[in-house]
């Protein structure tokens, strides 16, 4: 009988997709075993790695020689063949194609619009004064993540918390690590943070101990 050996994870917690999944597996309770590969360090560059992805990016899943790039792609995968939980990745029709319709919509939206400012503020120390315009296209992309697809709900596809809100989470919280209050004047959105940090705590914070460390020592650099 052939043994099958739990899925092995490539991520590094400052990417924002690595933060949704690691979450997404804590929560949904499966088993993986941890390969963390470390950016900074230039670990995703190594001939081995680009053996495993040769666009050189996490994350990755390796599961038992099925390897399978792209966020979404990879939750949709381990939701449907690991997961106990069906909420996190719905399979009523129209639930999941809501899901569906926000995991579209995010790549060139949350993600990219807020990932331009933490690039910008962080990476490249651009001062304040240059970085106006990302910021206006970033609160742009927070109005219509508001009021298209958050709305009056609890989460993005209705009562129930589900990879969507994950992905969504994690890509907002990154901006954040330059100290700027991404959320201010947006108490829509701070109370849909707060709730799904509630019911991913403390998976939520885990994931997120590095960027809150990197937002602490850059709000200090400033006084
Ligand atoms: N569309 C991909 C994006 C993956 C991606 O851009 N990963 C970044 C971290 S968030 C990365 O590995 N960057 C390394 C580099 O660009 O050198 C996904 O959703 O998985």
Redesign the pocket.
């Known amino acids: 009988m052939m043994t099958m050996s739990p899925t092995k994870y490539y991520y590094?917690l400052?990417?924002?997709?690595?933060r949704a999944i690691y979450i997404f597996l804590k929560c949904a309770r499966i088993p993986f075993q941890s390969e963390v590969v470390a950016?900074r360090k230039g670990e995703?560059?190594t001939p081995d790695y680009l053996k495993l992805n040769p666009m050189?990016?996490?994350?990755v899943i390796d599961d038992n020689g099925f390897v399978l790039?792209?966020?979404?792609a990879?939750m949709k995968y381990l939701a449907d063949k690991y997961s106990a939980d069906e909420s996190l990745y719905p399979k009523d029709l129209q639930l999941r194609a809501k899901v569906d319709e926000y995991c579209a919509w995010q790549?060139l939206n949350t993600?990219m619009k807020s990932?331009k400012v933490f690039i910008a503020e962080v990476i490249m120390s651009t001062p304040s004064s240059d970085v106006g315009h990302l910021v206006d296209n970033m609160n742009k992309m927070l109005d219509q993540f508001e009021n298209i697809f958050l709305k009056k709900k609890k989460f993005i596809a209705g009562d129930q918390l589900t990879i969507a809100d994950l992905l969504a989470a994690c890509e907002i919280m990154q901006p954040t690590c330059s100290g700027r209050d991404v959320l201010a004047g947006r108490p829509v959105i701070k109370a849909w943070m707060d709730r799904v940090r509630n019911a991913t705590n403390p998976y939520f914070d885990e994931a997120h101990a590095m960027v809150y460390r990197v937002r602490e020592k850059r709000i200090k650099q400033k006084l």
């Open positions: 590094d400052m990417s924002q997709p690595c950016l995703h560059r050189g990016l996490v994350p790039t792209e966020s979404v990879i790549h993600r990932a």
